[in-house]
């Protein structure tokens, strides 16, 4: 990871800690909420949220609702799924990196093997479509039975 006066300018503005640490909670948040018994989102999963919801291509394609099964939804965007492991791969640091900050921040918060997330309001503009997304994948991986299911379809490894 290089040093923040090291990073391009967009990196350093769209791939923050503070944000992936908003979007991470956010996740956690409403994961918790559709689970019937209240269960904290098992912290792994946060390396799947990032890459679902900060590329652009795969987020705009993202289901409405948490009816579509994650199967179905990779079988109708197979070139999405194709370079989800690459991108998966590239964001592990960055993942670390929000979930840290999320942790001293204060939004975040691992009770085991478990995380929890405050949370978030949605702003207007990018940044709700961020959070609001991120929400969404939480909830819709709260639909897997086990996260070793939502790894595998994706094609990668916790």
Excluded: C
């Excluded at 503009?125 to 994948?137: F, P, S, T």
């Amino acid at each position: 990871m290089s040093e923040w006066r090291e990073r391009p300018q967009v990196e350093a503005t769209m791939l923050n800690p503070a944000l992936l640490a908003v979007l991470l909670a956010s996740a956690a948040h409403d994961y918790e909420k559709a689970k019937e018994k209240n269960e904290r989102m098992p912290w792994p999963l946060g390396f799947l949220v990032l890459p679902l919801v900060l590329h652009r291509p795969t987020r705009i394609e993202l289901p409405k609702s948490t009816r579509t099964h994650l199967s179905t939804w990779i079988r109708r965007h197979p070139l999405l799924r194709a370079g989800f492991p690459a991108r998966a791969a590239a964001m592990v640091p960055l993942t670390r990196e929000g979930i840290r900050f999320g942790l001293r921040a204060g939004v975040l918060d691992i009770d085991g093997s478990a995380m929890r997330g405050d949370e978030t309001n949605q702003p207007a503009g990018e940044l709700g479509q961020l959070i609001r997304a991120a929400a969404l994948v939480g909830r819709w991986l709260a639909t897997t039975d086990q996260p070793s299911t939502a790894f595998a379809l994706l094609g990668v490894a916790p």
